[in-house]
């Protein structure tokens, strides 16, 4: 069954690193949600245990920080991914924050499926 969603105005939930989320769809193999950090926030530090997402940028300015790579700049048009596992954390920079639509394959299964863990910030 075909589903049609607009991005809400206000957020739904704060994730477990404490950014902010606008549920939007989700199928059997994956879900999707818009992600929101405001100005000067920082994230906490996380692993997914069961979960891979993928993340575009779709506003504002930042950097991501995961496990198993470098320091990323955040800006619109940047796409990135987080395999199962990967510590992460991120950071909004500027006036505007930073907002990413992030692709979760399976589907976000709930709060216990992040664990926090030591940030780089």
Do not use: N
């Not at 690193?17 to 996380?46: M, N, W, Y």
């Not at 320091?71 to 796409?79: E, M, Y």
């Not at 990413?100 to 664990?115: I, K, L, Q, R, S």
């Amino acid at each position: 069954m075909s589903s049609t969603v607009t991005l809400p105005a206000d957020f739904d939930v704060l994730a477990p690193d404490g950014s902010e989320v606008r549920i939007l769809l989700a199928t059997a193999g994956g879900s999707l949600a818009h992600f929101r950090l405001p100005a000067g926030a920082v994230s906490k530090a996380v692993r997914h245990r069961t979960v891979e997402e993928i993340w575009y940028i779709v506003s504002g300015a930042g950097e991501m920080w995961r496990s198993d790579s470098e320091v990323v700049t955040l800006s619109p048009g940047v796409c990135l991914t987080i395999p199962v596992g990967v510590s992460f954390q991120f950071r909004a920079l500027g006036a505007d924050g930073v907002a990413a639509v992030a692709v979760t394959m399976p589907p976000w299964p709930g709060d216990e499926e992040a664990e926090h863990v030591d940030g780089h910030w």
